[in-house]
C-alpha cells in the first residue's frame, strides 16, 4: 500500500478550528458576529453547507446558545463562537445545557474585558468566566489551545468531550491564536478518532431518560426518533420530570459532576519541557506558553535549571499534574494575560509546598520571551 504524504497547508487558526469541527462531525452552527471570533462565523457560512450541515446568524449570542441546544437535542452536533461580551449573553442557556445534559461546544475567542474593552487585542481573562459564569454548582470542560494546530486538534476533541459526557465543552483561545497563520498538516478524516453520544439499547417504552447507566451518562436519542422525554432547566427526576425532593435533587447535581469527575485521570492533557531537573518551572497556557518555551531555552543555555508545562485543559483545574510539578520545583511562575485567573487554582493547591510567582498583563500587549527570561533569572536560586 502506498504511503500517502500529506502537505502543509497554511491556516489560519479561525479557519482550523472550522475545520476540526467539521472533522468532528459538526453539522449545526449557530452565531453573532463579534470581533474577534467573526472569521470563525464567516468560514462556518461558507463551508458547513458544502458539508450537508446547517448555518444560521441568529439576533444575538442569547439566541445562537438556544439553537445550538435545540439542534443538538435534534441529533446534530452543534457549536457556536464567540468573545467576551457574547460569552456573557451565553451564560444562562449555557447553565440549560449543563442541567439537561445537551452536548455542544462553545469557542471563546478572547479579547480584553470588562465590557467592550479592547476588541482586537489578546486577553486570557475568561477563563474564571468559563468556569463559574453560569450560577450554581455545574462542572465545566475547558480546552486551551496555543498553535493553529492545536486549534483543529482541540476542537475535535471538544465534540469528543461533549458527547462522551453529555455536557457543553467550551474551547478559550487568545485572540491571537484564533487570527496567526501557520502551516498545518490536516489530517485524513479516517486518521482521527470521532465520538458519538451514546444511544439507547432498549425500546422507547423501558427508556429513562435520566437514568444513570453506571458510567454517569444517560444514552440520548435525538428528537424525532420515538423516543419521548421531557427536558427542563429544572431540578428533574429520572423520567424529566421537575422535583423539588432532596433526595432526586442531590443525586441528579452529584451525577452530573461524577461523571466527568471519575475520569479526571484522562483530562490530564499537557506537553512539558526540561522538567526533569527543573528548580523553577513556568506553568502556562495558550498563545503565553509558546513565548515561555523560548525563555526556558534560553534560561537553560544559561546554565539555569528551569523547565514548562502547558496546560491543555484548564477545566477541570489539573490539580494532580499540578501538584507534582509543585513537589519537584522550588519555584513555580505562572505568566498570564489576566490579573490572575489560573495561578490562583495554582495556589490553592500549593498548600505552601514552593513559591508562586507571576507575570500578569491586562493591557492587550503580549508577555514576550524575554520578559519571562528577565523573570526567571531574577527569581532563580
Given at each position: 500500500?502506498?504511503?500517502?504524504?500529506?502537505?502543509?497547508?497554511?491556516?489560519?487558526?479561525?479557519?482550523?478550528?472550522?475545520?476540526?469541527?467539521?472533522?468532528?462531525?459538526?453539522?449545526?452552527?449557530?452565531?453573532?458576529?463579534?470581533?474577534?471570533?467573526?472569521?470563525?462565523?464567516?468560514?462556518?457560512?461558507?463551508?458547513?453547507?458544502?458539508?450537508?450541515?446547517?448555518?444560521?446568524?441568529?439576533?444575538?449570542?442569547?439566541?445562537?446558545?438556544?439553537?445550538?441546544?435545540?439542534?443538538?437535542?435534534?441529533?446534530?452536533?452543534?457549536?457556536?463562537?464567540?468573545?467576551?461580551?457574547?460569552?456573557?449573553?451565553?451564560?444562562?442557556?449555557?447553565?440549560?445545557?449543563?442541567?439537561?445534559?445537551?452536548?455542544?461546544?462553545?469557542?471563546?475567542?478572547?479579547?480584553?474585558?470588562?465590557?467592550?474593552?479592547?476588541?482586537?487585542?489578546?486577553?486570557?481573562?475568561?477563563?474564571?468566566?468559563?468556569?463559574?459564569?453560569?450560577?450554581?454548582?455545574?462542572?465545566?470542560?475547558?480546552?486551551?489551545?496555543?498553535?493553529?494546530?492545536?486549534?483543529?486538534?482541540?476542537?475535535?476533541?471538544?465534540?469528543?468531550?461533549?458527547?462522551?459526557?453529555?455536557?457543553?465543552?467550551?474551547?478559550?483561545?487568545?485572540?491571537?491564536?484564533?487570527?496567526?497563520?501557520?502551516?498545518?498538516?490536516?489530517?485524513?478524516?479516517?486518521?482521527?478518532?470521532?465520538?458519538?453520544?451514546?444511544?439507547?439499547?432498549?425500546?422507547?417504552?423501558?427508556?429513562?431518560?435520566?437514568?444513570?447507566?453506571?458510567?454517569?451518562?444517560?444514552?440520548?436519542?435525538?428528537?424525532?426518533?420515538?423516543?419521548?422525554?421531557?427536558?427542563?432547566?429544572?431540578?428533574?427526576?429520572?423520567?424529566?420530570?421537575?422535583?423539588?425532593?432532596?433526595?432526586?435533587?442531590?443525586?441528579?447535581?452529584?451525577?452530573?459532576?461524577?461523571?466527568?469527575?471519575?475520569?479526571?485521570?484522562?483530562?490530564?492533557?499537557?506537553?512539558?519541557?526540561?522538567?526533569?531537573?527543573?528548580?523553577?518551572?513556568?506553568?502556562?497556557?495558550?498563545?503565553?506558553?509558546?513565548?515561555?518555551?523560548?525563555?526556558?531555552?534560553?534560561?537553560?543555555?544559561?546554565?539555569?535549571?528551569?523547565?514548562?508545562?502547558?496546560?491543555?485543559?484548564?477545566?477541570?483545574?489539573?490539580?494532580?499534574?499540578?501538584?507534582?510539578?509543585?513537589?519537584?520545583?522550588?519555584k513555580v511562575l505562572v505568566p498570564e494575560l489576566n490579573i490572575g485567573q489560573i495561578s490562583r487554582e495554582v495556589k490553592r493547591?500549593?498548600?505552601?509546598?514552593?513559591?508562586?510567582?507571576?507575570?500578569?498583563?491586562?493591557?492587550?500587549?503580549?508577555?514576550?520571551?524575554?520578559?519571562?527570561?528577565?523573570?526567571?533569572?531574577?527569581?532563580?536560586?
Amino acid at each position: 500500500m502506498r504511503k500517502v504524504t500529506r502537505k502543509q497547508v497554511l491556516l489560519q487558526g479561525s479557519e482550523a478550528c472550522v475545520k476540526g469541527a467539521l472533522m468532528a462531525g459538526c453539522h449545526f452552527f449557530a452565531g453573532y458576529p463579534i470581533t474577534p471570533a467573526s472569521e470563525i462565523m464567516e468560514v462556518m457560512a461558507r463551508e458547513l453547507p458544502k458539508a450537508g450541515g446547517v448555518f444560521i446568524q441568529m439576533e444575538d449570542e442569547i439566541g445562537s446558545m438556544g439553537a445550538v441546544i435545540g439542534a443538538s437535542l435534534a441529533g446534530a452536533k452543534s457549536m457556536t463562537a464567540t468573545s467576551g461580551p457574547g460569552f456573557s449573553l451565553m451564560q444562562e442557556n449555557i447553565g440549560f445545557a449543563i442541567m439537561t445534559e445537551v452536548p455542544c461546544v462553545i469557542v471563546d475567542v478572547m479579547r480584553v474585558g470588562p465590557s467592550q474593552g479592547l476588541p482586537t487585542q489578546p486577553s486570557q481573562g475568561d477563563v474564571m468566566q468559563a468556569r463559574w459564569g453560569t450560577h450554581g454548582d455545574h462542572p465545566t470542560i475547558a480546552l486551551a489551545p496555543s498553535s493553529v494546530h492545536e486549534f483543529l486538534e482541540l476542537t475535535v476533541q471538544a465534540f469528543n468531550l461533549s458527547e462522551r459526557y453529555r455536557t457543553p465543552v467550551i474551547v478559550l483561545v487568545d485572540e491571537v491564536v484564533a487570527h496567526m497563520r501557520e502551516g498545518v498538516i490536516v489530517p485524513a478524516k479516517g486518521d482521527i478518532e470521532v465520538e458519538e453520544r451514546s444511544q439507547p439499547t432498549v425500546p422507547p417504552e423501558w427508556y429513562i431518560p435520566y437514568g444513570d447507566p453506571g458510567t454517569g451518562v444517560p444514552p440520548m436519542p435525538a428528537f424525532g426518533e420515538g423516543y419521548r422525554y421531557h427536558v427542563t432547566g429544572l431540578c428533574h427526576d429520572v423520567q424529566g420530570y421537575p422535583t423539588t425532593r432532596k433526595d432526586e435533587a442531590e443525586s441528579l447535581i452529584s451525577r452530573l459532576f461524577w461523571k466527568i469527575s471519575k475520569d479526571l485521570h484522562r483530562l490530564q492533557w499537557l506537553d512539558s519541557f526540561y522538567t526533569e531537573d527543573a528548580l523553577i518551572t513556568v506553568i502556562a497556557y495558550g498563545f503565553v506558553a509558546r513565548a515561555a518555551l523560548p525563555a526556558v531555552k534560553e534560561a537553560r543555555e544559561k546554565g539555569l535549571k528551569v523547565g514548562l508545562v502547558k496546560l491543555k485543559v484548564l477545566w477541570p483545574f489539573m490539580s494532580q499534574t499540578v501538584t507534582k510539578v509543585l513537589e519537584k520545583s522550588q519555584k513555580v511562575l505562572v505568566p498570564e494575560l489576566n490579573i490572575g485567573q489560573i495561578s490562583r487554582e495554582v495556589k490553592r493547591v500549593n498548600q505552601g509546598r514552593c513559591e508562586v510567582v507571576t507575570i500578569n498583563k491586562v493591557d492587550g500587549t503580549l508577555i514576550t520571551p524575554r520578559e519571562i527570561l528577565k523573570t526567571l533569572e531574577e527569581i532563580h536560586p
